[in-house]
């Protein structure tokens, strides 16, 4: 799959108002407009499994294997763990995308460093505040997250980021990892509205947060809010790459049918494009 994925990415061709948007796994996503492709929270080998154990292992191989990912523009970065911030995924793509550039959060800075990465392929841009990627036309707008606290720091600030990206006549929101907080949906109606919003939608329970997993929106929740933010699509992700730390799709499409039957939910599968026009 990795050749043919890799060619696809690189011959798409995007129309006005549109965006070529690929399933990486987890919350990885390729994100391809005019002017490049982005890459969000890619994670294509198997370092948490080697990290943390059999718990953790993979669903399923990676659609494309980091040094064939020649074509990356920006790599953007939610946070620093592991199945978002892989080292073993970026270390490769670092050098097969040599022009590429790494937008994250200061808590990333150290291990971006750690890899090689020079300081003038990073970028920290402020929060909640757009920035135009150089060489394109995508502005990019960090947003808290609360991976179940809303850390903050002084010198590196935010420590969980989703990105609102405007590309093309068409608004992307990643979530990252994260949960409702309070003054989240105010926050979020003040900024341009998604088109489509890829959501972490894995849930969370007790007996997952005891053996140390953070979970993510619950089905009913993130229903609820594709209606109160009307969003046009939802892509749930978060919840296909470790089989132990997954719900059953089925749960998710019968909250949104119970909530807000009308709703466009796209299942984007592993390797899978989704060419939104709006």
Same mark, same amino acid.
């Given at each position: 799959?990795?050749?043919?994925?890799?060619?696809?990415?690189?011959?798409?061709?995007?129309?006005?108002?549109?965006?070529?948007?690929?399933?990486?796994?987890?919350?990885?996503?390729?994100?391809?407009?005019?002017?490049?492709?982005?890459?969000?929270?890619?994670?294509?080998?198997?370092?948490?499994? $080697?990290?943390?154990?059999?718990?953790?292992?993979?669903?399923?191989?990676?659609?494309?294997?980091?040094?064939?990912?020649?074509?990356?523009?920006?790599?953007?970065?939610?946070? $620093?763990?592991?199945?978002?911030? &892989?080292?073993?995924?970026?270390?490769?793509?670092?050098?097969?995308?040599?022009?590429?550039?790494?937008?994250?959060?200061?808590?990333?800075?150290?291990?971006?460093?750690?890899?090689?990465?020079?300081?003038?392929?990073?970028?920290?841009?402020?929060?909640?505040?757009?920035?135009?990627?150089?060489?394109?036309?995508?502005?990019?707008?960090?947003?808290?997250?609360?991976?179940?606290?809303?850390?903050?720091?002084?010198?590196?600030?935010?420590?969980?980021?989703?990105?609102?990206?405007?590309?093309?006549?068409? *608004?992307?929101?990643?979530?990252? &990892?994260?949960?409702?907080?309070?003054?989240?949906?105010?926050?979020?109606?003040?900024?341009?509205?998604?088109? *489509?919003?890829?959501?972490?939608?894995?849930?969370?329970?007790?007996?997952?947060?005891?053996?140390?997993?953070?979970?993510?929106?619950?089905?009913?929740?993130?229903?609820?809010?594709?209606?109160?933010?009307?969003?046009?699509?939802?892509?749930?992700?978060?919840?296909?790459?470790?089989?132990?730390?997954?719900?059953?799709?089925?749960?998710?499409?019968?909250?949104?049918?119970?909530?807000?039957?009308?709703?466009?939910?796209?299942?984007?599968?592993?390797?899978?494009?989704?060419?939104?026009?709006?």
């Amino acid at each position: 799959m990795t050749q043919q994925l890799k060619t696809q990415i690189e011959q798409t061709p995007i129309l006005p108002n549109s965006l070529a948007i690929w399933g990486l796994g987890q919350m990885g996503v390729a994100i391809k407009g005019p002017e490049g492709v982005l890459y969000i929270d890619a994670c294509l080998t198997d370092v948490v499994r $080697e990290e943390f154990g059999e718990f953790w292992v993979r669903g399923y191989p990676p659609p494309i294997l980091p040094e064939a990912a020649s074509h990356v523009s920006y790599y953007l970065i939610s946070h $620093e763990h592991l199945d978002h911030l &892989d080292p073993k995924t970026i270390g490769p793509i670092s050098k097969a995308s040599p022009k590429a550039k790494f937008v994250t959060t200061g808590w990333c800075k150290d291990l971006l460093a750690d890899l090689d990465i020079a300081d003038d392929r990073t970028i920290f841009p402020p929060i909640l505040q757009p920035t135009v990627l150089p060489g394109t036309t995508c502005r990019v707008t960090p947003v808290p997250a609360a991976h179940y606290g809303k850390d903050f720091d002084e010198q590196k600030g935010y420590r969980w980021l989703g990105f609102i990206i405007e590309w093309n006549g068409v *608004v992307f929101y990643h979530g990252g &990892d994260t949960l409702v907080y309070p003054g989240y949906i105010e926050m979020l109606k003040g900024l341009p509205r998604a088109d *489509v919003a890829m959501i972490a939608l894995n849930g969370r329970d007790y007996f997952r947060e005891l053996v140390g997993v953070l979970g993510n929106f619950m089905p009913m929740e993130a229903a609820h809010l594709a209606q109160e933010l009307g969003w046009d699509v939802v892509i749930p992700g978060h919840n296909d790459l470790f089989p132990n730390n997954a719900i059953p799709f089925g749960h998710i499409i019968e909250a949104f049918e119970n909530v807000t039957p009308r709703q466009k939910l796209k299942i984007l599968q592993p390797g899978e494009l989704y060419y939104y026009v709006k």
